[in-house]
């Protein structure tokens, strides 16, 4: 898996946990699912992820990275 299919399925997993947990802890987790996309957007335009940053650091390739391999 690329970093960049990582990034997407870890984004995608944090939504629907807060999501879950807006319907069954308590209803201000909402805040949550506005903070995981306003981070999406913002990443959108600056290149900046946290958590692309994580990931690459425990060994997650790149695409380019993956397909200069082959």
């Given at each position: 898996m690329s970093l960049e299919r990582?990034?997407?399925?870890?984004?995608?997993?944090?939504?629907?946990?807060?999501?879950?947990?807006?319907?069954?802890?308590?209803?201000n987790f909402v805040w949550f699912t506005v903070f995981?996309?306003?981070?999406?957007?913002?990443?959108?335009?600056?290149?900046?992820?946290?958590?692309?940053m994580v990931m690459q650091k425990l060994g997650i390739k790149t695409e380019k990275q993956l397909a200069t391999e082959k």
């Open positions: 990582a990034v997407a399925a870890f984004a995608g997993f944090m939504v629907l946990l807060s999501v879950v947990l807006t319907i069954y802890v308590h209803p995981v996309g306003a981070n999406l957007f913002q990443q959108s335009f600056t290149g900046f992820c946290p958590a692309a």
